[in-house]
C-alpha cells in the first residue's frame, strides 16, 4: 500500500513523503507492520532547515522507569531524536544501529576532545507505548547501544510531540489477520548543542558512511 502526504509547508516546502508499509510477513500477533513515512528526492542524506525545530517538551519515562525531562537532560548537548517501536521489523533497527555504528567510529576521531564525544545524546520514542515498557525498551536497546536513552509513555504525549516535528504517527492497530500496524515517521532529527534547536533532518535512507561523516560536525553543533 503506498500513499502521499506533506511535511510541514513551513519547513519542508512541497518535499513529499511517501508512505510504504513493511513487515516480517508473519501474522502472529507479536509480528508488527510498520507503516513509515520517508523523505524522498534529496540529493543528500543530511537536510538543513532553514527554520530549526524547538525541542519538544516532552517528560516521559526512561528504561529505568525513571522520569526524563527531554529538554531539560539534553540541553547543551547534541542530540538525535528518533521515533519508533521495538517489534518493527526494519527500519527501525537499522537506522538505530546505523546510528550506534557511527558513535563507536568517533573514538578514532583526533579532532574531538573525549568530552565532546561524551556529549553525544542518542534519544529512542517508542511509538508504540503499550509494548515498549521500560523493560522491553532497555532489552531492546541493549543490543543496540545501552547508552541511548530509551522513553516510553502515555501515546497522546509522544504523539503531540512527534508532531512539533513534523513526525506523523497514529496509535497502533490490530487486523483481522491479528499483524500490529504502527504508522510512524522515519525521520531523524539532530538538535544542536548551542540552541537546542532541531537544525538537520536525516530520512531512512541515511547510511552509516552519512552518520559516520556528519556526527563530528553535529556534535559541534556545525551544518554538516
Known amino acids: 500500500m503506498r500513499k502521499k502526504t506533506y511535511a510541514v509547508a513551513a519547513l519542508f516546502a512541497a518535499a513529499a513523503l511517501t508512505l510504504s508499509a513493511c513487515g516480517s510477513g508473519d ?3 507479536d509480528n508488527a507492520v510498520a507503516e513509515v513515512s520517508t523523505e524522498t528526492g534529496a540529493d543528500k542524506a543530511a537536510t538543513v ?3 530549526p525545530f524547538e525541542k519538544p517538551d516532552l517528560v516521559l519515562t526512561d528504561t529505568h522507569g525513571k522520569k526524563y525531562d527531554l529538554r531539560e537532560a539534553t540541553a547543551g548537548k547534541p542530540t538525535l531524536i528518533y521515533f519508533g517501536y521495538t517489534n518493527c521489523p526494519d527500519v527501525c533497527p537499522l537506522t538505530m544501529n546505523n546510528i550506534a555504528v557511527a558513535k563507536k567510529q568517533l573514538a578514532q576521531d583526533k579532532k574531538l576532545s573525549q568530552a565532546e564525544k561524551d556529549s553525544l545524546r542518542i ?5 508504540d507505548p503499550e509494548r515498549d515498557t521500560p523493560a ?4 531492546w536497546l541493549k543490543g543496540i547501544d545501552s ?3 530509551g522513553l516510553t509513555g502515555s501515546f497522546d504525549t509522544i504523539q503531540a510531540g512527534a508532531r512539533t516535528l513534523g513526525i506523523s504517527i497514529e496509535a497502533p492497530t490490530k487486523g483481522k ?4 500496524t504502527s ?3 522515519t525521520q531523524v532529527i539532530a538538535f544542536s548543542p548551542k540552541t537546542d534547536g532541531g537544525y538537520v533532518l536525516y530520512g531512512e535512507d541515511a547510511t552509516v558512511d552519512d552518520y559516520t561523516k556528519d556526527l563530528p560536525a553535529l556534535i559541534k553543533g556545525a551544518k554538516p
Open 183 to 185: 504508522m510512524h515517521g
Open 27 to 29: 501474522s502472529g500477533s
Open 177 to 180: 489477520d491479528g499483524k500490529v
Open 123 to 127: 534519544v529512542f520514542v517508542t511509538t
Open 49 to 51: 532547515l532553514d527554520k
Open 136 to 139: 522491553a525498551l532497555g532489552k
Open 147 to 149: 547508552d541511548v536513552v
